[in-house]
T-cell receptor, first 114, second 107 residues
Framework: EAQVTQNPRYLITVTGKKLTVTCSQNMNHEYMSWYRQDPGLGLRQIYYSMNVEVTDKGDVPEGYKVSRKEKRNFPLILESPSPNQTSLYFC?????????????FGSGTRLTVV | AQRVTQPEKLLSVFKGAPVELKCNYSYSGSPELFWYVQYSRQRLQLLLRHISRESIKGFTADLNKGETSFHLKKPFAQEEDSAMYYCALSGRSKIIFGKGTRLHILP
């Protein structure tokens, strides 16, 4: 089944403790992206990757890092999480974001930073 | 500037009544437009895209380049349509989302 898999689904952590949210897709998509979803703000892009070893900042990259060492994986790293990073995070992939294909989304990771 | 505007945060409609979720966009070029739906506690799913001109779950959307709109319509609302709906535009390097409209179907 074609899918984007995120782990974990839920995570509670303390301020300053480094964490990684994993994202993997099995569709051989070149484009992958991370979004955060907050009430009233919709979906905001954090980082995206057009291909292996090619990453770029989205609209809200501060406090986040990503890497793209292989096509299928695109982990999101929070080096020193803070409470304002409490949010619902979605990973997504696409064959081509400029075309008519749209995104396939993961199930989301609900992160709480205390 | 590339932008997607959904003017309504919340839309309440009685079951059986027509539904129209508004979406306006700003884009210099030929846009690729989409509607995504997010049911409670679930992932976002692609509902439809303008290029395929299809009807999914009774919903349709027509691209109006003159009015720069891509409104989502359904003639008769059903209770299972209650969800969050996002309009999206495929830009030069990413897909841009509106802030979403929560559709609430009243019994």
């Amino acid at each position: 089944e074609a899918q984007v898999t995120q782990n974990p689904r839920y995570l509670i952590t303390v301020t300053g403790k480094k964490l990684t949210v994993t994202c993997s897709q099995n569709m051989n998509h070149e484009y992958m992206s991370w979004y955060r979803q907050d009430p009233g703000l919709g979906l905001r892009q954090i980082y995206y990757s057009m291909n292996v070893e090619v990453t770029d900042k989205g609209d809200v990259p501060e406090g986040y890092k990503v890497s793209r060492k292989e096509k299928r994986n695109f982990p999101l790293i929070l080096e020193s999480p803070s409470p304002n990073q409490t949010s619902l995070y979605f990973c997504a992939s696409s064959r081509d974001p400029r075309g008519p294909y749209g995104y396939t989304f993961g199930s989301g990771t609900r992160l709480t930073v205390v | 500037a590339q932008r997607v505007t959904q003017p309504e945060k919340l839309l309440s409609v009685f079951k059986g009544a027509p539904v129209e979720l508004k979406c306006n966009y700003s884009y210099s070029g030929s846009p690729e437009l989409f509607w995504y739906v997010q049911y409670s506690r679930q992932r976002l799913q692609l509902l439809l895209r303008h290029i395929s001109r299809e009807s999914i779950k009774g919903f349709t959307a027509d691209l109006n380049k003159g009015e720069t709109s891509f409104h989502l319509k359904k003639p008769f609302a059903q209770e299972e349509d209650s969800a969050m709906y996002y309009c999206a535009l495929s830009g030069r390097s990413k897909i841009i989302f509106g802030k979403g409209t929560r559709l609430h179907i009243l019994p």
